[in-house]
């Protein structure tokens, strides 16, 4: 069967970036989202708009998923009106979004049962890397059904990295999203640490980029904690959601993570005080607020 018709459900931050990239690289796309003014904005680009999931499996070649957790994916692949009830052998189904282990098997077998191949296909790079198309794809799924995704990830990312059979990808997935965390974590502790006790936290900075533990990460999150820019890239509760994930995995197989348990903490303050919308990059505004400094204030001289 063609690749060439892309279904994509799921119409955030992420996932209507990457449907309008795989619009702008040639493909016949149909869109769907809960909220479909989301789906409706992206009509005058020249995208279809479908009313329900299965409508969309009715008519496109690969289905393409990016919705938040685990009960909007089982929404949208296995409800009454999802994709599953009206897919058909030979599709491709191809799922970005961030969800369990448990569930992409799940998928896996069901769309299995009716000759559709699957791929989990979690994503790195946050907003600017879906608007430009340059996100890094880490995905599980078998070597044929890689190759029929091939042209669709080329739409959206600039990396694609095979990790194993359906599964792996989200399984490396969720340990890079503790790793990302708890880096974000230790970098904006370290900010208000040393911005409270009187040095230039810039200097913090300047040091740990010239070290051998730099991360063009904490070029961009440094610039935008000290601007205070919590414009979001990517939410707290979805991050909270991942480490959650994260920490049923590690459950699952038995491996202590208690750096991810307590960052998730971390998360869970930021929410109690009403910014599971923000970017994560604010979630250190709360242990502000605990302090009784904001990072980059200057102290009492
Ligand atoms: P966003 O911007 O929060 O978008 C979430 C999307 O998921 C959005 O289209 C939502 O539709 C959709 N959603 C949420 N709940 C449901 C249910 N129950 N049924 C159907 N659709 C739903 O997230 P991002 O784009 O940043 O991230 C998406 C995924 O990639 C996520 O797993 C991240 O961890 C990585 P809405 O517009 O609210 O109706």
Redesign the pocket.
């Known amino acids: 069967m063609s690749t060439r018709h892309v279904g994509f459900l799921?119409?955030?931050?992420?996932?209507s970036r990457m449907a309008k990239n795989l619009k702008a690289k040639g493909f016949e796309v149909t869109v769907w989202?809960?909220?479909r003014a989301?789906a409706d904005e992206l009509a005058p680009l020249g995208l279809h708009v479908a009313s329900t999931p299965a409508e969309v499996a009715t008519v496109a070649d690969v289905l393409c998923t990016?919705?938040?957790?685990v009960?909007?994916l089982r929404?949208?692949a296995l409800g009454a009106q999802g994709l599953l009830s009206t897919a058909r052998s030979g599709q491709l189904f191809i799922d970005?979004?961030?969800?369990s282990v448990p569930l992409v098997r799940e998928l896996g077998a069901a769309f299995g049962a009716k000759g559709v191949d699957v791929i989990d296909a979690?994503?790195t790079g946050s907003k600017n890397g879906a608007e430009k198309g340059t996100l890094v794809i880490m995905a599980g799924g078998s070597d044929a059904a890689m190759a029929r995704a091939d042209a669709v990830f080329k739409a959206v990312g600039e990396k694609v990295i095979h990790c194993g059979p359906l599964g792996a990808g989200t399984q490396v997935k969720l340990a890079g999203n503790g790793l990302i965390a708890a880096m974000l974590q230790a970098f904006s502790e370290g900010l208000l640490l040393t911005s409270k006790a009187g040095v230039d936290p810039r200097k913090f900075i300047e040091v740990v980029q010239a070290s051998g533990f730099r991360s063009p990460y904490f070029d961009f999150k440094g610039k935008a904690l000290l601007e205070r820019d919590f414009s979001t890239h990517?939410?707290v509760d979805?991050m909270h959601?991942?480490l959650t994930l994260l920490l049923e995995n590690a459950a699952a197989n038995r491996v202590p993570t208690p750096t991810a348990a307590s960052v998730r903490e971390a998360y869970a303050l930021a929410r109690a005080a009403g910014k599971g919308q923000d970017d994560i990059g604010a979630v250190i505004t709360t242990f502000e607020a605990l302090c009784g400094h904001r990072i980059g204030d200057r102290g009492e001289e």
């Open positions: 799921g119409l955030g931050l992420m996932g989202n809960r909220t989301r990016c919705v938040a957790d009960p909007a929404e949208v970005f979004s961030t969800v979690p994503v990517f939410e979805l959601k991942d």
